[in-house]
């Protein structure tokens, strides 16, 4: 396996956070400019602090270099801890034996499939029901089970719910391998509540619904993580009913992942808290520490990287609530190890720890990002928000916003005023209105309190 494309995966995901709502305008980069210029990059070497990486062609090599040459940059220093300067080569047929040789695509690691299997999951208590519902959904299609329980009722539909970085698309993507694995002649769709809805709004920008249709109702086994991004989103939980009614009816086998339990979800429609309700759920919690210290010597084991005992103690005492962060911990050391020839050390590995939850602490709650959320949440754009239309959703949005930036960051009015460019002695009567009206409306006080949750978390 080769470690610089563990790291080259690592700075993918750093380049994709940068995609997100939550990141300040002068920071983010688009979904698409990713997908074209960044995604399709291959990682090649790493020699003297320079990440050498592979285009197709000199054009994306340019493309790429001047539109994303700084973000990469940039993502090297993070994920490795140190300055890294990005050089992007041109892969062509004249490309050196020693080259292609390098680029590992097809091995073991190199595929996402491959690592979040069954096998690579640890078992503790923290997921043992989870676990076990999903391996149980994976060998309901083999036939020697079939008989001994009947799971297109017992465990239709499946979810699994918990907090981030928990295991939760790892056992759904491990259903996924096994599945497809045993059954290639199955219809399987793995999706993410995101990508489903801006699916369907692609859809039905273009009146093409009948495609949309036709894949989700078709599946045999439908997997949709993250499913918690529909609650509030009217046309995308109708479709969404629809969908789970056809399957559902015609005895397929859904599973979906939240981070909270659907009957909790407030703004979820009581049709589809009442559907999800008649199969099996089960949460993912924290592990606890012996189970923290096994996921790490598996994640070391998978490196080929070797932890004394006392730096996997160290790694488990310290990150307790995030497997993601036992997993960026193992690989940064991975990558420490290889690119600067020190082995790993106690002191190693207090200082990626240190690094990995300052890189994890929330981020600032700034106006932009208050914006985008009520956006988000409201279905309208922070343009809207900053505009000046009087469509009774926008005005409703932009009135919460107010609320919100008083709240939460303590603004002034005049400073709200000056922030939104709106007439200051307006901004006290949208306060005091959303102040009352929150005490008569239970819906628009949880809308509220969720975006202020997640504003907090994020
Ligand atoms: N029990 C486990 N054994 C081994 N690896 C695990 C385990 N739980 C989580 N992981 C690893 O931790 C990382 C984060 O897990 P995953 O992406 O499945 O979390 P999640 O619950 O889906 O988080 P989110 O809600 O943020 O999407 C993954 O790389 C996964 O392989």
Same mark, same amino acid.
């Given at each position: ?14 380049? &994709? ?70 050089? %992007? ?17 097809? *091995? ?21 029901? #989870? ?10 299609? @083999? ?17 699994? &719910? ?53 894949? &989700? ?41 939240? @981070? ?13 808290? *009442? ?5 099996? $759920? #089960? ?55 290889? &690119? ?8 190693? #590995? $207090?200082?990626?720890?240190?690094? %990995? ?8 709650? *700034?106006?932009?990002? %208050? ?10 754009? #922070?343009? @809207? ?29 005049? $400073? ?16 005091? @209105? ?25």
């Amino acid at each position: 396996m080769n470690s610089f494309n563990d790291v080259f995966e690592e700075v993918l995901k750093y380049c &994709y956070r940068l995609t997100g709502s939550d990141v300040p305008n002068d920071k983010r980069i688009s979904e698409s400019g990713y997908r074209m210029w960044i995604q399709v990059l291959k990682p090649y070497k790493m020699e003297n602090n320079v990440a050498y990486l592979l285009a197709k062609s000199d054009f994306v090599k340019q493309q790429t270099m001047t539109a994303y040459g700084d973000v990469l940059n940039k993502a090297f220093e993070e994920v490795m801890g140190f300055p890294i300067k990005v050089d %992007i080569m041109v892969s062509g047929d004249d490309e050196p034996e020693e080259k292609k040789e390098i680029r590992i695509e097809d *091995t073991e690691l190199s595929d996402e499939a491959d690592v979040y299997t069954f096998d690579n999951f640890i078992r503790g208590s923290s997921n043992s029901l #989870a676990y076990a519902f999903c391996n149980a959904v994976a060998e309901k299609y @083999d036939d020697k089970n079939a008989e001994q329980i009947d799971p297109d009722k017992v465990f239709n539909p499946l979810i699994i &719910y918990g907090d981030s970085g928990l295991g939760k698309t790892h056992l759904m993507k491990a259903i996924e391998y096994k599945v497809s694995k045993n059954h290639p002649e199955l219809k399987i769709i793995y999706t993410t509540g995101e990508a489903f809805i801006n699916e369907l709004v692609k859809a039905l920008e273009f009146k093409d619904t009948v495609n949309f249709h036709e894949k &989700y109702r078709n599946a045999d086994l439908l997997l949709i993580d993250d499913i918690q991004i529909i609650a509030g989103k009217e046309r995308m939980q109708d479709e969404f009913f629809h969908t789970f009614n056809e399957l559902y009816n015609a005895r397929k086998q859904i599973v979906l992942t939240s @981070d909270i339990l659907p009957s909790k979800m407030t703004k979820l429609q009581d049709r589809i808290s *009442t559907r999800l309700s008649l199969g099996v $759920q #089960a949460d993912v919690q924290a592990p606890d520490f012996e189970t923290r210290m096994a996921i790490i010597n598996r994640k070391a084991e998978l490196l080929q990287l070797k932890l004394s005992d006392n730096v996997v103690r160290l790694i488990a005492e310290k990150l307790k609530t995030n497997i993601r962060q036992l997993e960026g911990t193992v690989k940064k050391i991975k990558a420490l190890t290889v &690119y600067t020839n020190e082995s790993p050390s106690i002191s190693m #590995a $207090q200082r990626v720890i240190k690094e %990995i939850i300052i890189s994890n602490q929330p981020s600032e709650i *700034t106006v932009d990002r %208050i914006i985008s959320e009520v956006a988000n949440a409201f279905d309208v754009t #922070a343009d @809207d928000i900053r505009s000046n239309h009087r469509h009774s959703k926008i005005s409703i949005a932009r009135k919460i916003t107010i609320y919100i930036l008083k709240e939460v960051k303590g603004m002034t009015y005049t $400073q709200i005023g000056d922030a939104l460019n709106k007439n200051h002695s307006t901004m006290t009567i949208h306060y005091r @209105d959303v102040s009352n009206l929150l005490k008569s409306n239970k819906e628009m006080k949880d809308t509220v309190d969720d975006i202020i949750k997640n504003l907090k978390e994020k």
